[in-house]
């Protein structure tokens, strides 16, 4: 069994810069790799364009139905030689004879009258559809912009455009770009099209090779889930979270990189990495000792470094025969809990979000004050100018006040806002940090302890959109869309999933559509609900019971009925 070790590194102020440097390498080769695969497909985007619109007006052009061919049979099928390459995992250059066979394997395809029999038909609806959306799109944008209600959607006749570069081509052509640029920077002949490797591949002999290699992998991984989820079935890409085109990387974003190689090596106060050194832990006898060859991410958060590696991990055995137990979870009490042997528990909730606001706001106020990336330019009634780091700023509440111009501009933030801006980081860090060592704590209590347990799938997002019930207002349903976000419910039940596996407990997922709250749990007829003192009556039995326990114990009864369900089939 396979468990993810993080722990926090003790770096020197050298480490740290060199850190910095790798996730400047990291970024850079993935966006200068996007921007080279975005400009390849936009040349043959603009190709395939054009021959729909000239197999829409002629569709018996074989100029067009040979492009349309060469551009989608060639990308989108393999021949023998290149599969059985893959397959058998040849490295190293291709010979001329491989060359030839492909070329011939892809001449004969294009010469098979069966397959441009069937390519053509569908070349020729999908310049119908392309034709159409053109005409509507034209039309969509003669309107006032008053009159418009819904753009016309775009037809995804270019799928085949997306896989051009699959597989083992794929491969080719981001190693081929890369090995290109770092060799025309050996020999100090950079080509005028690609003017900024002169700049930036001063790294390239510093950095490890891993680094490079890993964020070519990560950015295959990226296009091969946007191409899987663009060729589902409208029903079900419903089921499923949108997957969108990969986007470059911001410099603000997380600082983080991978490594693998067999150089690695772990001690119990210290790591030693790739063209690195020696590391020191500040967590001792926690990572495993020895040779790793897994990959290692080196990452940052709220100004501390840390290590995660992949390893072997053996999960403590516990006994087979454990109580089973229902989970209902809520924000004044995290989580409640009706075992099937005792009384119900309660695990109230911290709250470490809302604990921290006011300190949070005070932190937002000093950065406000301070000159940051964006300036606020005020420009009086006689025509002056005024330069305001903020709009709290007593020049910018003047001229709010009073409607005059504003216009904001981008500037330099000075020194002091970057030091602010870190304390708001560490803030927000220290938060997550406590409320995740809050979950992490109780759900590894529960696994142990329980070993079957039921739980409640919860629509979060419908839950946050939904209208204020019980006659709360627009502040008080803000504030408690605002806890429903921070309690963080789908990471307490992804993380009792994950350990169930480790340490043998069965972990349900009830369907969110069943009424555990209102539902009876004694004789299991529907109850009224009472939102204000959060009680359910039964008119049939009588009982009063709270909202909350009440769902618990339906949970529990759930499960129950469906284990006898599977027994008895």
């Known amino acids: 069994m396979k468990k993810s070790f993080k722990t926090e590194l003790d770096p020197s102020k050298l480490h740290v810069a060199f850190f910095k440097m790798c996730c400047d390498a990291r970024r850079f080769t993935y966006n200068w790799l ?84 069937a390519r053509i038909e569908l070349f020729r609806d999908l310049a119908n559809r392309w034709v159409k959306y053109c005409e509507a799109l034209r039309a969509y944008k003669d309107l006032p912009k008053e009159e418009r209600k819904q753009r016309p959607k775009r037809p995804e006749i270019k799928l085949c455009l997306f896989q051009l570069f699959k597989g083992d081509s794929w491969d080719n052509f981001l190693k081929m770009k ?3 640029a ?64 990969p986007k470059p990387k911001s410099p603000h974003s997380n600082e983080s990189f991978s490594l693998i190689s067999t150089g690695i090596r772990v001690e ?25 060859k897994s990959r ?36 004044v009490d995290y989580a409640i809990l009706q075992p099937n042997n005792g009384p119900i528990e309660r695990i109230s909730n911290p709250n470490y979000r809302e604990t921290g606001k006011k300190r949070l706001a005070m932190l937002n106020r000093r950065i406000d004050r301070k000159s940051g990336p964006e300036v606020f330019v005020v420009i009086k009634p006689d025509g002056t100018e005024v330069v305001c780091p903020s709009r709290r700023h007593p020049v910018a509440r003047e001229a709010i006040a009073n409607g ?19 304390r708001l980081n560490r803030h927000y860090y220290r938060m997550s940090c ?54 963080a419910w789908y990471e307490f039940r992804r993380q009792l999933q994950y350990k169930g596996e480790w340490y043998g ?45 009440n769902a618990a114990i339906n949970l529990l009864f759930e499960m129950s009925r469906n284990s006898s369900q599977v027994a008895a089939d």
């Open 34 to 117: 996007l921007v080279r695969y975005n400009n390849s497909y936009d040349d043959v985007s603009s190709k395939v364009e054009g021959a729909l619109v000239r197999l829409h007006k002629d569709p018996n052009d074989s100029d067009a139905i040979d492009i349309l061919l060469r551009l989608t049979l060639i990308g989108l099928e393999e021949s023998p030689e290149r599969i059985d390459r893959r397959k058998n995992n040849v490295r190293g250059p291709r010979s001329q004879e491989f060359h030839d066979a492909n070329k011939k394997w892809h001449e004969k395809q294009l010469a098979d009258k069966t397959v441009r029999a």
């Open 178 to 180: 890369w090995r290109k």
């Open 182 to 245: 770092a060799r025309d920077e050996r020999d100090r002949e950079v080509r005028e099209d690609v003017p900024e490797v002169d700049r930036c591949f001063g790294w390239y002999k510093i950095v490890p090779s891993s680094v490079i290699d890993l964020t070519v992998i990560d950015l295959k991984a990226a296009f091969t889930r946007w191409f899987g989820y663009l060729k589902l079935p409208p029903d079900k890409k419903l089921l499923v979270p949108e997957v969108g085109h």
């Open 268 to 292: 119990t106060n210290r790591i030693k990495l790739v063209n690195i050194g020696w590391i020191k832990l500040k967590e001792k006898d926690y990572l495993p000792v020895g040779r790793n």
């Open 296 to 331: 290692m991410t080196v990452s940052a958060q709220g100004g501390h470094w840390f290590i995660s590696l992949l390893n072997d991990f053996e999960p403590e055995k516990l006994p087979e025969h454990r109580p089973d137990v229902g989970i209902d979870v809520g924000i």
């Open 404 to 422: 005059w111009t504003i216009k904001s501009k981008r500037a330099k933030p000075s020194n002091r806002w970057k030091k602010a801006q870190e």
């Open 434 to 487: 406590k409320h995740r060592h809050f979950q992490h704590e109780n759900t590894t209590a529960i696994i142990k302890r329980f070993g079957r347990i039921s739980i409640e799938t919860l629509g979060i997002i419908d839950m946050m959109l939904r209208r204020p019930k019980c006659g709360r207002t627009k502040s008080s349903d803000r504030k408690l869309r605002r806890m429903m976000g921070g309690a």
């Open 505 to 549: 407990s069965y972990v349900e997922a009830v369907s969110r559509w069943y009424p555990s709250t209102q539902d009876c749990s004694k004789c299991h007829a529907k109850t009224e609900v009472n939102w204000h003192d959060r009680k359910c009556r039964c008119e049939r039995c009588g009982l009063v019971i709270d909202m909350d326990d």
